[in-house]
């Protein structure tokens, strides 16, 4: 198994940029496939975006695109989100997501993950 732990939330005014990362225990992250999720009250759990870190292939939402990146440190173990020019709709919690196996496209959907951690919460001021 794997453990995952975010960090890097916050308040942040409109414009501004805030680095998620999502440190892995247990397991090289190098092997799996890993999203960020996010969830406001009252809405569902949404995928942000997603990497398959042995070949590569990333997913962005399309609210995100151009404004997010997501990358991956095999030495230290860790993903990072990358988010600039936020907005007031990015306000949520959000999460890190694992799936073993490292291949192929990442999956987008809740229940293709198997690990997650515990979530860290963003707010943008407009």
């Known amino acids: 198994q794997v453990q995952l732990v975010e960090s890097g939330g916050g308040l942040v005014p409109a414009g501004g940029s805030l680095r998620l990362s999502c440190a892995a225990s247990?397991?090289?992250?190098?092997?799996?496939?890993v999203g960020w999720f996010r969830q406001a009250p009252g809405e569902e759990r949404d995928i942000v975006a997603a990497l398959s870190w042995s070949d590569g292939p990333t997913y962005y939402a399309d609210s995100v695109k151009g404004r997010f990146f997501i990358s991956g440190d095999s030495a230290a173990n860790t993903v990072t989100l990358h988010m600039n020019n936020l907005k007031p709709e990015d306000t949520a919690n959000y999460y890190c997501?694992?799936?073993?196996?490292?291949?192929?496209?990442?999956?987008?959907?809740?229940?293709?993950?198997?690990?997650w951690g515990q979530g860290t919460q963003v707010i943008v001021s407009s």
């Open positions: 997501a694992a799936r073993a196996g490292g291949g192929g496209l990442p999956p987008r959907t809740v229940s293709m993950y198997q690990f």
């Open positions: 247990g397991r090289p992250f190098r092997n799996y496939r």
